[in-house]
Structure formats: C-alpha cells, structure tokens
C-alpha cells in the first residue's frame, strides 16, 4: 500500500503505472543481456541461477541461455538474416557466423 513493488514484480503505485511496469522490466533485461551493432554481452554475475528464454537484442537475434552459480552454462542464438556477432560470456569472446532460421547452441565449461 502506497508504492513500492508487489512480489509479482509489479509496481504497487496505483493507477497502474506503466512506466514503472514496463521500465523494471526493461531494467532487468538490460542486466541480463546488452547488445550493440554485431555485440552481445551477457551478464546474469548478480543472480546465482536462471534462464532466459526468447529475448530479442539488436540485429533481431533471438536468444535463450542459462546460468549457474553466476556463470553462462548454455547459448542459443537464432538469426532471421545471416550475420556476424561477437558473443562475450565468462571473460570470453567468440565470433559466430549466424545463418537465417538455423540455430546455434554453445555449451561453456
């Protein structure tokens, strides 16, 4: 009652707020994965597992990936157009080469 956050992550400041909605979970997103032209850097170090599944980052590359204790475990990354981009995960950098519609599973240590 009278602000904050419902434990549904919605924010409890009535009317509904839809830039308080809407921009925690923008925030979120952006600790997770950032993206720059042909760059993705994943970023889940504060959380100790998760997942994330179907987020979409720039040059409309749909990625999934799962981490454990801080670390990525798991990549998927599908492409609607062939493209090259530089995945950086755990203090590691690769080159992929995505074709349209084929995806891309990487497996980290």
Known sequence: MGGGIYPNMLCAHPPFQIDGNFGFAAAVAEMLIQSRKGHIL???DEWKDGNVRGMKVQGDI????????GRIHKVRLCSSREQKVTLECNGISKTIFLRPDVTE?????
Do not use: A, H, K, Y
């Not at 749909?62 to 204790?69: A, G, I, L, M």
């Not at 599973?105 to 240590?109: E, L, S």
């Open 62 to 69: 749909t990625v999934d990936f799962e981490w454990r204790d």
């Open 105 to 109: 599973d990487m497996i980290f240590g």
């Open 42 to 44: 994943l970023l889940p």
